[in-house]
T-cell receptor, first 113, second 115 residues
Framework: NAGVTQTPKFQVLKTGQSMTLQCAQD?????MSWYRQDPGMGLRLIHY???????DQGEVPNGYNVSRSTTEDFPLRLLSAAPSQTSVYFC????????????FGSGTRLTVV | AQTVTQSQPEMSVQEAETVTLSCTYD???????LFWYKQPPSRQMILVIR??????QNATENRFSVNFQKAAKSFSLKISDSQLGDAAMYFC????????????FGKGTSLLVTP
C-alpha cells in the first residue's frame, strides 16, 4: 500500500542511549517532516526537508538530527536520549505545494527512562 | 510562525446531534490553506477537510463542513449527525508558502460522543 511507513511503533530507551526512527514514503513526495506530539501541546515540528540533500530545523530541533539522502527516506536520530524526549513521533510527507495536506505515518511512541 | 488557536480543549456531543469545533489563526498572508485532521484512539492522523483561503465557498465533506470567515481569521468545523466513530482529537492546521510548507497545528480539541 502506498503511504508513509514509520518504524518502530513503540520503543523504550534508557537515558543517554541513541536511536534512529525510520521513515519511508513511496509516493515520490518532495516534502517530508518529523513532528512530536505531547499532551496539550499539539504537534510540533522538529525537522523538515524539501528534497534530497536539503534539511532544515523546525520549532523544536534540539537533541535530534536528520538527513535526506534519497527522496524516499527521512530518518530521525536521537543523539543522546533524555526523558524530555518521551513523546509520540510522527513522520509526514506531501508534494511540495501548500494546497496538499500531509500523509502521516502511524507514529512511534517513545519512552525514555 | 503563524499561530493556530483551538480554544476548546474538550467538547461533548450526543449521538445524532451537531457540534462545532472552533479554530482561529493569526496571519498576514492572503494565500494559504486550512485543514482539519482527526486523530482517533488508533493514533492515525486522518485528513477530514481542506479549505483554500481564496475560495469564499465553505468546504463540505459528507457530514463535515467548515465555516470559514477570512476577515475574522476563523475556521470552525461542524460535524452533523454525530456518530460514535467521530470521537477523536481534532486538529486545525494552517499551511502556506511563507510557512516553509510546514503545517502549523493547533493544540487540538478532544471530542467525546455520548450515546
Amino acid at each position: 500500500n502506498a503511504g508513509v511507513t514509520q518504524t518502530p511503533k513503540f520503543q523504550v530507551l534508557k537515558t543517554g542511549q541513541s536511536m534512529t526512527l525510520q521513515c519511508a514514503q513511496d509516493m515520490n513526495h518532495e516534502y517530508m517532516s518529523w513532528y512530536r506530539q505531547d499532551p496539550g501541546m499539539g504537534l510540533r515540528l522538529i525537522h523538515y526537508s524539501v528534497g534530497a540533500g536539503i534539511t532544515d530545523q523546525g520549532e523544536v530541533p534540539n537533541g535530534y538530527n536528520v538527513s535526506r539522502s534519497t527522496t524516499e527516506d527521512f530518518p530521525l536520530r536521537l543523539l543522546s536520549a533524555a526523558p524530555s524526549q518521551t513523546s509520540v513521533y510522527f513522520c509526514a510527507s506531501s508534494p511540495l505545494a501548500v494546497n496538499y495536506g500531509y500523509t502521516f505515518g502511524s507514529g512511534t511512541r517513545l519512552t525514555v527512562v | 510562525a503563524q499561530t493556530v488557536t483551538q480554544s476548546q480543549p474538550e467538547m461533548s456531543v450526543q449521538e445524532a446531534e451537531t457540534v462545532t469545533l472552533s479554530c482561529t489563526y493569526d496571519t498576514s498572508e492572503s494565500d494559504y490553506y486550512l485543514f482539519w485532521y482527526k486523530q482517533p484512539p488508533s493514533r492515525q492522523m486522518i485528513l477530514v477537510i481542506r479549505q483554500e483561503a481564496y475560495k469564499q465557498q465553505n468546504a463540505t465533506e459528507n457530514r463535515f463542513s467548515v465555516n470559514f470567515q477570512k476577515a475574522a481569521k476563523s475556521f470552525s468545523l461542524k460535524i452533523s449527525d454525530s456518530q460514535l466513530g467521530d470521537a477523536a482529537m481534532y486538529f486545525c492546521a494552517y499551511r502556506s508558502l511563507n510557512s516553509g510548507y510546514a503545517l502549523n497545528f493547533g493544540k487540538g480539541t478532544s471530542l467525546l460522543v455520548t450515546p
